[in-house]
C-alpha cells in the first residue's frame, strides 16, 4: 500500500497524475496523506504501470510540506494531456505517521481519495518471493509463459534486489 502508481479520485472518478515536474517533494505530500512515511523516491514514466482514465493533475509543485496533494501548485483539476506512459509514482517507508500535526487523522479525511496502485493489482503477479517468511523476503520466482521459475544469481546484485522490493511495494 505504500509504494505504487499515483492515483486520484476528483468528481466520483479515478484518474493518475501526470510526471511532468514530478519530484521528491511531491511524492513526500503523498507519503504524508496516506500516512506512509517519508518519501524514498518519486519514480516517473509509469514506473509501476500505467493506469486508465483520466490524467487528473499535472505540473504539481509541491514544497514537500502540504498536508494534501490538492494543496500543492498544480495546472488545475481536469484531464491533462499526457500519455499514461507518463504516471507518477511514489516510494514511502510504509512507517506511519506519528508526528503530533497528523496523529490521528486518518489520510482519506484529509481531501480528495488518493491511492498508490501497485502494478501487481493490474493484473496476475509477474514475480514474487517464496519460501520464507512473510511476502518481502524469499526466493525471486518469475512468472513468463504460464509458468513459475528462478532467477539465476550470476551478477546478482544489491541493486538488482532493490529494484525487486520497490516492485513490490516491499520499500
Known sequence: ????????????????????????????????????GVALAAPSGAWFGEGMGPIWLNGLRCRGT?????????????PHVCAHEE?????????VCTCPMCAGTPPWALGPALVLTPASLLGPPIMRLV????RCAGRLEIFHAG??????????????????CRQLGCG
Open 131 to 134: 519460501g520464507a517468511a512473510g
Open 87 to 95: 504516471d507518477a509514482s511514489a516510494v514511502c517507508s510504509g512507517r
Open 1 to 36: 500500500r505504500c509504494a505504487g502508481r499515483v492515483e486520484v479520485q476528483h468528481s466520483g472518478h479515478w484518474g493518475t497524475v501526470c510526471d511532468d515536474d514530478w519530484g521528491l517533494p511531491d511524492a513526500a505530500v503523498v507519503c504524508r496523506q496516506l500516512g506512509c
Open 147 to 164: 509458468h513459475w521459475g528462478t532467477v539465476c544469481d550470476d551478477l546478482w546484485g544489491l541493486p538488482d534486489a532493490a529494484v525487486v
Open 66 to 78: 502540504e498536508e494534501r496533494l490538492a494543496l500543492c501548485r498544480h495546472r488545475g483539476w481536469r
